[in-house]
């Protein structure tokens, strides 16, 4: 599923007023009413299973809209209010939030991850085997994992734990953060940081 914006809007539409006049704030209203007709124009031609669209500005709600189906099979029509699974759509978010930090001085993008998450101290890159199986060779890495690197998905993680035991790392069952990075930092890396792109949870 691809959804145009995954977020849930639920209480938190109820802080923002509704806009009496998009004019007024910048928008002009003929081009606001496009995005009506191009998502649910994606929902009919079967592009998207559904679409949840909503434009704020100054706390003033300028656009919302819901099209489609949450449940295509059953033609249960999607809310504003329901809540997805956003999957990797959450890495742009988290970066965004983490750029913001960045702007207000609170790190450098260089300083190596160690230093605000002790336990990726020491990465090791893969060279074979498995551990579930107790082969699993590794060798240390050359440097250590920048924020840069996590950011840019060149640190070198994808998403194979190479036999090291994850469970609960995609949350099925109770678990806290600080048990998830305990066992992602026990997964070896694809190769050394900042060597080349590799998409896996770097940011997460």
């Known amino acids: ?42 929902v009919k031609d079967k592009k998207l299973p559904n679409a949840i669209a909503l434009v704020i ?33 959450t890495k742009a978010i ?29 990465p090791q890159v893969y060279e074979s085997g498995d551990a579930k199986e107790g082969t699993l060779k590794t060798r240390p890495a050359k440097r250590s994992i920048t924020i840069r690197h996590l950011l840019t998905h060149t640190a070198g993680y994808d998403y194979n734990p190479y036999g090291q035991e994850v469970e609960g790392f995609f949350y099925r069952y109770p678990i806290t953060s600080q048990e998830v990075l305990e066992r992602m930092a026990k997964i070896p890396l694809q190769h050394d940081p900042g060597e080349k792109f590799t998409y896996g949870f770097s940011t997460d």
Do not use: W
Request: hydrophobic share 35%; glycine share 8%.
């Open 57 to 89: 500005k100054d706390g003033q709600i300028v656009y919302s809209g819901a099209y489609g189906y949450k449940d295509v099979e059953n033609k249960i029509i999607v809310k504003s209010d329901d809540i997805f699974r956003n999957a990797s759509q």
């Open 94 to 122: 988290t970066s965004a939030v983490l750029l913001s930090l960045f702007e207000e001085g609170k790190f450098k993008l260089d300083d190596p991850i160690e230093k605000y998450l002790p336990m990726f101290a020491n």
């Open 1 to 42: 599923y691809l959804f145009f914006i995954g977020y849930s809007f639920g209480q938190t539409v109820q802080n923002f007023t509704h806009c009496e006049n998009v004019e007024n704030i910048g928008f002009a209203g003929n081009r606001i009413n496009r995005i009506d007709s191009l998502l649910s124009q994606y």
